[in-house]
Protein backbone atom coordinates (compact mmCIF):
# COMPACT_ATOMS: atom_id res chain seq x y z
CA UNK A 1 0.00 0.00 0.00
CA UNK A 2 1.28 3.55 -0.99
CA UNK A 3 -0.08 7.04 0.43
CA UNK A 4 -1.46 8.33 -3.53
CA UNK A 5 -2.24 11.77 -2.01
CA UNK A 6 -3.74 13.85 0.56
CA UNK A 7 -5.82 16.77 0.42
CA UNK A 8 -6.89 19.89 1.92
CA UNK A 9 -9.71 22.17 1.77
CA UNK A 10 -9.32 25.56 1.15
CA UNK A 11 -11.80 28.64 0.22
CA UNK A 12 -9.84 29.72 -3.17
CA UNK A 13 -8.88 26.36 -4.68
CA UNK A 14 -8.14 28.06 -7.59
CA UNK A 15 -6.18 30.66 -6.48
CA UNK A 16 -3.99 28.48 -4.12
CA UNK A 17 -3.48 25.73 -6.75
CA UNK A 18 -2.01 28.44 -9.14
CA UNK A 19 -0.30 29.87 -6.11
CA UNK A 20 1.12 26.24 -5.16
CA UNK A 21 2.10 25.74 -8.85
CA UNK A 22 4.00 29.06 -9.15
CA UNK A 23 5.94 29.53 -6.35
CA UNK A 24 6.31 25.95 -5.03
CA UNK A 25 6.91 24.59 -8.21
CA UNK A 26 4.09 21.41 -8.44
CA UNK A 27 2.76 20.83 -11.40
CA UNK A 28 -1.12 19.70 -11.79
CA UNK A 29 -1.94 16.27 -12.92
CA UNK A 30 -5.42 16.41 -12.87
CA UNK A 31 -8.15 18.89 -12.19
CA UNK A 32 -11.82 19.11 -12.11
CA UNK A 33 -13.14 22.80 -13.44
CA UNK A 34 -16.35 22.47 -11.68
CA UNK A 35 -17.25 22.44 -7.18
CA UNK A 36 -15.15 21.39 -5.86
CA UNK A 37 -12.80 22.59 -8.18
CA UNK A 38 -9.89 19.68 -7.06
CA UNK A 39 -6.44 20.36 -8.58
CA UNK A 40 -4.11 17.30 -7.98
CA UNK A 41 -0.84 18.99 -7.54
CA UNK A 42 2.58 16.83 -7.78
CA UNK A 43 5.69 18.14 -6.00
CA UNK A 44 9.17 18.38 -8.69
CA UNK A 45 10.46 14.89 -8.05
CA UNK A 46 6.70 13.45 -8.91
CA UNK A 47 6.71 11.38 -5.41
CA UNK A 48 3.96 13.27 -3.63
CA UNK A 49 0.46 14.48 -4.72
CA UNK A 50 -1.60 17.08 -2.88
CA UNK A 51 -4.95 18.10 -3.70
CA UNK A 52 -6.42 21.65 -3.13
CA UNK A 53 -10.89 21.54 -3.13
CA UNK A 54 -13.13 23.82 -1.81
CA UNK A 55 -15.61 21.90 -0.22
CA UNK A 56 -18.02 24.35 1.35
CA UNK A 57 -20.41 21.53 1.98
CA UNK A 58 -18.19 21.00 5.16
CA UNK A 59 -16.75 22.91 7.58
CA UNK A 60 -13.71 24.74 6.41
CA UNK A 61 -10.52 24.58 8.33
CA UNK A 62 -9.26 27.58 10.66
CA UNK A 63 -5.63 26.74 9.47
CA UNK A 64 -4.67 30.48 10.77
CA UNK A 65 -5.40 29.32 13.92
CA UNK A 66 -3.91 25.65 13.74
CA UNK A 67 -0.25 25.68 15.29
CA UNK A 68 1.97 24.81 12.30
CA UNK A 69 3.31 21.70 14.75
CA UNK A 70 0.09 20.08 14.84
CA UNK A 71 -0.62 20.18 10.71
CA UNK A 72 1.89 21.23 8.10
CA UNK A 73 2.92 20.40 4.70
CA UNK A 74 6.98 20.09 4.47
CA UNK A 75 8.73 21.22 1.05
CA UNK A 76 12.36 20.20 1.15
CA UNK A 77 14.84 22.80 0.03
CA UNK A 78 18.61 23.68 -0.15
CA UNK A 79 18.39 27.10 0.65
CA UNK A 80 15.77 27.94 3.85
CA UNK A 81 16.78 31.48 4.28
CA UNK A 82 16.58 31.88 0.40
CA UNK A 83 13.42 29.91 -0.20
CA UNK A 84 11.78 31.69 2.75
CA UNK A 85 12.52 35.40 1.54
CA UNK A 86 10.80 34.58 -2.05
CA UNK A 87 7.91 33.20 -0.56
CA UNK A 88 7.19 36.23 1.67
CA UNK A 89 8.22 38.32 -1.40
CA UNK A 90 5.08 36.11 -2.77
CA UNK A 91 2.08 36.35 -0.39
CA UNK A 92 3.68 33.88 2.29
CA UNK A 93 3.52 34.98 6.06
CA UNK A 94 6.51 34.16 8.76
CA UNK A 95 5.06 31.47 11.24
CA UNK A 96 8.36 31.52 12.76
CA UNK A 97 12.37 31.93 13.09
CA UNK A 98 14.60 29.86 11.13
CA UNK A 99 15.89 27.31 13.78
CA UNK A 100 18.77 24.96 13.17
CA UNK A 101 18.61 21.34 14.93
CA UNK A 102 22.04 20.04 16.99
CA UNK A 103 21.73 16.87 13.71
CA UNK A 104 22.40 20.15 11.41
CA UNK A 105 19.05 20.16 10.04
CA UNK A 106 17.39 23.63 8.64
CA UNK A 107 13.74 24.31 9.23
CA UNK A 108 11.18 27.42 9.54
CA UNK A 109 7.73 27.49 9.07
CA UNK A 110 5.38 29.98 6.82
CA UNK A 111 1.71 30.31 5.68
CA UNK A 112 0.42 30.23 2.50
CA UNK A 113 -1.89 33.38 1.60
CA UNK A 114 -4.82 31.09 2.80
CA UNK A 115 -2.99 29.93 6.25
CA UNK A 116 -2.10 26.65 5.41
CA UNK A 117 1.43 25.79 7.32
CA UNK A 118 3.79 25.13 4.96
CA UNK A 119 7.69 24.15 6.70
CA UNK A 120 10.80 24.21 5.05
CA UNK A 121 13.18 22.17 5.53
CA UNK A 122 16.91 21.20 4.58
CA UNK A 123 17.98 17.80 6.12
CA UNK A 124 21.73 17.35 6.52
CA UNK A 125 21.10 14.01 5.89
CA UNK A 126 17.71 13.37 3.87
CA UNK A 127 15.16 11.08 4.33
Same mark, same amino acid.
Given at each position: ???? &? !?????? %?? =? /? %???? +? @???????? @????? /???? $?? !? #? *????? =?????? +?????????? +????????? &??? !? %???????????? =? $?????? $???? @?????????? !????????? #? *? =?? +??? *?? #?
Amino acid at each position: MRIE &H !FAINVP %AP =L /E %AARW +Y @VEHLRMRV @VRRVM /EPPW $AH !F #L *QDAAG =LTTIEI +YGNRDVSMPD +YHAMDPRVF &HIA !F %AVEDVAAERERL =L $AAGAVS $AGEI @VRTPNGDTMV !FLRDPWGVP #L *Q =LV +YRR *QP #L
